[in-house]
């Protein structure tokens, strides 16, 4: 028996099976579904195709913003290493001559090569602020083989600019990608107060020296100034801050030695706290003194010593004024002894050892100046150095940690006078020393006006804005151009002028302080 077929007639009646008409119809969806992922790959390879050039460009970017990183701590390091060990205290300070000029390298990439190059400029004054006309007018002048001069003002910041380069990305200018990083790099500054100077008698006629090995027991003697100029160990100083003199080249050992009056004799021995009465120094402006109205003299005794060299002595004082076998005229870096806020003192950072002065211990002076430290320790003429700062909270109110900016009147009591305090004049005065400007402040009657108000600032945190003193009109005082007293000294006059962050606008700042900062880091595109 035969199985009977199903057929349907078409438009003509004709009949067609139902496994023909499915075969067709999946044969077209494989069509149709080919056409669609065509489609769908031709869109993913243009997706992935327009995603080349900026991802190209990204990863230069990003090796190149690495790059210029490199190079800005390259530059970093070979300033920070630009240093030398000093002959006389063996420790360890920066070097001008040394400081790098420019440098370059690269560094390693499965691409093409990453490099940079990095030039670093040298300037005595802030340039993170300044516009390019002002950086190329004042930038101090570098060479690859002598760094910076040793001879002109030390720089004070570094400005490193690092350029990162590598091959250009296809279809996108060579440069784009190309990355500029630019920093500031505030030096520590250490080279203005090295310690340890000259100790001169008066008229620089004499020099204090060692007398053959620096060792416990050694005599002093006077060298001859040619002697000094070679400024060796056994010429150098520091009037520390406990105010003995000591040989500069034992401080940073184990047992410092200091002047010492054994009998009349002037000698080397073992500093001590206990040992006061003959190690203990202070200068009156013209002696160093010790307790017994004992004075150091400056040249011969009476008897010279057979070999002729003069040997260092202890005496009593003399009542001669300004003479050249009793009277000193250290070197500011030999040190400002224990001077400072809790004396009343203003200790100059840029002449350090030296401190604001009323001149010639006249009240009545059309100038006012900065030399050498005086110490009460053995000396009741010192008024002329020692101010009163007086506030709203009363006098005596010295900056502290807590409070480091304080604003009042600063005044001094002359002997046998009344209060008189720092103004700025606003007029011209002329003496025999010279004329002197409305910049030059000096003392006035008391009076409370604005233009006798100056404020204070000790150690607010950053070097920068620490350590001045400034007039009513924002002004920062300073030591200046020198003046000629009669006595023959050629003395820092005090000034008032814009602000500049200089070591001559500095008061009471610690010998060795300027930190090291990096600040005002800037990264740009070279191109886009």
């Known amino acids: 028996m035969s199985t009977p077929q199903t057929t349907r007639s078409g438009p003509h009646g004709a009949g067609t099976t139902d496994g023909a008409d499915d075969a067709g119809i999946a044969l077209l969806s494989v069509i149709m579904l080919v056409l ?32 210029a990183e490199s190079g800005s701590q390259a530059a970093l390091a070979a300033v920070r290493a630009a240093t030398r060990v000093d002959g006389v205290d063996g420790k360890t300070y920066g070097d001008t001559t040394r400081l790098p000029c420019q440098l370059a390298g690269t560094l390693p990439s499965r691409g093409p090569v990453l490099a940079y190059a990095v030039t670093v400029d040298y300037y005595t004054s802030d ?65 203005l107060n090295i310690p340890g100077g000259l100790f001169w008698s008066y008229g620089k006629k004499t020099c204090l ?41 034992t401080l940073s050992a184990s047992s410092q030695l200091c002047v010492t009056a054994v009998g009349s004799a002037a000698q080397l021995e073992q500093c001590a706290p206990a040992r006061t009465d003959d190690q203990v120094l202070s200068y009156t402006g013209q002696t160093f003194s010790m307790k017994g109205a004992r004075c150091l003299w400056s040249e011969r005794r009476a008897t010279p010593s057979t070999d002729g060299i003069d040997v260092a002595h202890v005496s009593r004082c003399s009542s001669n004024d300004y003479t050249d076998w009793w009277s000193w005229s250290p070197e500011p870096a030999v040190g400002a002894g224990d001077s400072g806020y809790a004396s009343g003192q203003f200790v100059n950072y840029k002449y350090f050892g030296s401190c604001f002065e009323i001149t010639r211990e006249d009240p009545w002076a059309n100038v006012e100046g900065v030399a050498p430290c005086k110490h009460a320790g053995a000396s009741t003429n010192t008024y002329n150095q020692v101010w009163t700062l007086t506030t709203s909270a009363g006098a ?48 006035a009657d008391c009076n409370g006006t604005p233009q006798q108000r100056f404020t204070v600032i000790g ?23 020198v003046y000629h007293p009669a006595q023959g000294f050629d003395y820092p006059t005090v000034i008032a002028a814009a602000c500049t962050g200089g070591p001559e606008q500095r008061w009471n700042a610690p010998a060795n302080l300027v930190p090291g900062d990096v600040n005002h880091v800037l990264e740009t595109p070279v191109t886009r």
């Open 36 to 67: 669609v992922v065509a489609t769908l790959s031709l869109l993913a390879v243009g997706a992935v195709m327009a995603q080349v050039k900026p991802l190209s460009y990204t990863t230069k970017t990003a090796g190149t913003i690495a790059a």
């Open 127 to 191: 340039p993170s602020q300044q516009p390019a006309s002002w950086l190329a007018a004042n930038h101090l002048t570098c060479s690859a083989s002598s760094g910076v001069s040793a001879t002109g003002d030390a720089p004070k910041y570094a400005l490193i600019t690092s350029t990162a380069t590598q091959d250009g990305v296809v279809g996108i200018a060579d440069t784009s990608g190309n990355r500029l990083l630019r920093a500031t790099y505030a030096l520590q500054t250490t080279s």
């Open 209 to 249: 020296q060692v007398r053959g090995t620096a060792v416990e027991g050694a005599a002093l003697q006077y060298a001859a100034p040619s002697a000094c100029q070679a400024r060796t160990a056994d010429l150098m100083w520091v009037h520390d801050t406990d105010n003995k003199l000591k040989l500069a080249s």
């Open 459 to 481: 150690y607010t945190g950053d070097y920068y804005t620490s350590y001045l003193i400034k007039d009513d009109l924002g002004r920062c005082l300073g030591s200046g151009p």
């Open 396 to 443: 005596g109110d010295w900056p502290t940690a807590d409070q480091p900016v304080k604003s009042g009147t600063l005044s001094i009591k002359a002997n046998n006078h009344n209060q008189r305090c720092l103004s700025r004049l606003e007029t011209t005065r002329s003496d025999d020393m010279g004329t002197w400007s409305p910049d030059y402040p000096a003392l």
